[in-house]
């Protein structure tokens, strides 16, 4: 197929016909619907789910149907999953006769002919809203390329282009779009305010639109004076779209921290979008911990102590304090001798006094403690941000070379001492801090024993607070639980974690490390979920 961009919305081009009608439309909300409509979709409760894209006709306002091809949607694994359900008539989508039609059919063939003719299969795009109906009908004509099937949409329906081709996995048709709003974000005039809102609106950022970010706070009158107070950034953000599109992207703060790509984008946005951003009661969050975290995050990846200063000023003041952990209360209060601390660089006198009243004091008391509260920024008499409850706790994966390991072990043979390994990396933040794991390589006995041990990371837990962590260790499949003792700066672990004998001859055995079943080559996964800390 050459050219396919011939075949869009065509029944027949030679002697290619269409294989299915793809039906464009909007789920109804049901909440809304009227009472018989909700019963008869309560009596269907029990039936089979449908496939990907298909729900009961009545529950749906058709805004389009158009013949398709599948030599073009076999190019979607949502166009192809809903397509092998066609052969299974049990599973089938029920044909929509009560499907009320805002668009007719854009067939070419005869009344005649279709009542003759076999009934094709339907296959559906459901969109948001028949707003998005323009951006649906482009994004089909983009998987059939027609040129410039996007290029005539306005900017916040190209928006929609591209979370429909993300939902649908159409990565070409969703480049073009991308292409086409990278561009609009790096003109002089930047993106439109109708695309701004729309990038705002979205419950979740597609991946490939984070690209977009940079160019678009570069462009925001907001974020243009890093030495601006809140209060101006705030004034200067036109409908709080900037800091909407912020919390759009970035507010699951939690999830930021565990993945690469958003927390390089949160860590290299200017001062003035970070203040938007954690000044936000949209933040969702497992705690205040976690906005604590971020902010001595942003104040330390600042390249001057000119920038790391200005940067405290302006974060330190957002920190809901009376709303942080005891644990990370605890880390906060205790003087700034360290370039982690944050808070107590300007409130520590407050810190001081609010430590104990928060060791006692209800929720209703500290409230209305705060109205009172002397020299406190604003933000501590508010209440909590939209919280996320955490789960299970964080983790924290590991992949460590064996051949690391071996030449660990022989190391601290050689040289009769201690040698350590540590991940390289920390888990996302549990009580406000990262936390690490850490192998030991130790003589004992004339051979090494290997112990593991998890702890906060160097520096973010003054020493001076003590703590306790619950945690589970897993390493090559051997997996410990963790009840730590009272702990003052310090890790917590088993200094034997594989109950081996000392490990002679030159500090490795390999007979014995095989004989335990643990490999000899190639990486062994060591991971940590810790699941409380106070």
Not at 39 to 57: E, H, I, L, Q
Not at 138 to 161: K, N, R, T
Not at 174 to 185: E, F, I, T
Not at 332 to 338: H, K
């Amino acid at each position: 197929m050459a050219f396919p961009s011939k075949y869009f919305r065509q029944e027949a081009v030679g002697n290619v016909r269409a294989d299915v009608d793809l039906v464009i439309r909007q789920l109804v909300d049901l909440d809304a619907a009227p009472a018989a409509k909700r019963a008869r979709r309560a009596s269907r409760s029990a039936a089979a789910p449908a496939a990907d894209g298909a729900a009961a006709a009545d529950d749906a306002v058709q805004l389009a149907s158009f013949p398709a091809h599948n030599f073009i949607l076999d190019n979607s694994e949502y166009f192809m999953r809903q397509q092998a359900q066609c052969w299974q008539p049990s599973l089938q989508p029920p044909v929509t006769p009560n499907t009320r039609a805002c668009r007719g059919s854009s067939s070419s063939s005869s009344a005649a002919n279709r009542a003759t003719a076999p009934e094709r299969p339907k296959i559906y795009l459901t969109v948001g809203s028949a707003e998005q109906l323009p951006a649906a009908e482009a994004f089909i004509a983009a998987m059939y390329g027609v040129p410039d099937a996007i290029s005539g949409l306005e900017q916040q329906q190209v928006v929609h282009v591209v979370v429909i081709a993300d939902m649908v996995h159409a990565e070409a048709a969703g480049q073009q779009a991308l292409q086409a709003l990278q561009a609009a974000a790096e003109s002089e005039a930047g993106l439109e305010a109708a695309a701004l809102e729309a990038l705002a609106g979205l419950p979740v950022w597609p991946a490939c639109l984070l690209q977009l970010l940079p160019s678009i706070v570069k462009h925001a009158a907001c974020c243009r004076d890093s030495e601006a107070n809140l209060a101006a950034v705030t004034a200067a953000d036109a409908g709080g779209r900037i800091q909407k599109l912020l919390v759009a992207a970035l507010g699951d703060l939690q999830a930021v921290w565990s993945e690469a790509q958003r927390q390089a984008l949160l860590l290299a946005l200017p001062l003035p979008a970070m203040q938007l951003l954690l000044s936000s009661d949209q933040l969702r969050v497992p705690s205040e911990d976690t906005v604590l975290y971020t902010a001595k995050r942003y104040v330390k990846a600042q390249k001057t102590a000119a920038k790391r200063a200005a940067a405290k000023a302006g974060l330190a003041p957002l920190v809901r304090a009376p709303q942080l952990s005891l644990f990370a209360l605890s880390c906060a209060a205790l003087p700034a001798d360290s370039e982690q601390q944050l808070l107590g660089s300007g409130y520590a006198q407050q810190l001081r006094l609010l430590l104990p009243l928060r060791r006692i004091a209800s929720a209703e008391e500290l409230a209305s403690e705060m109205l009172e509260f002397e020299g406190a920024p604003d933000s501590w008499r508010l209440g909590p941000r939209q919280v996320s409850p955490l789960g299970d706790g964080v983790r924290l994966e590991w992949r460590l070379p064996v051949q690391q390991l071996r030449q660990a072990c022989r190391d601290s043979f050689e040289q009769q001492q201690v040698i350590y390994v540590e991940s390289p990396g920390s888990s996302p933040p549990l009580g406000g801090v990262g936390w690490r794991l850490v192998v030991d390589c130790v003589q004992q006995e004339g051979g090494t024993v290997v112990g593991l041990y998890a702890g906060p990371v160097l520096a973010e837990v003054p020493n001076g607070v003590y703590f306790r962590f619950r945690a589970t260790a897993s390493w090559s499949g051997v997996q410990i639980n963790w009840r730590s003792n009272c702990l003052n700066y310090e890790v917590y672990g088993d200094k034997n974690y594989f109950q081996l004998q000392p490990m002679a001859g030159g500090g490795w055995d390999e007979a014995a490390w095989a004989a335990a079943g643990l490999p000899t080559a190639g990486e062994m996964c060591l991971e940590l979920c810790l699941h409380s800390v106070q």
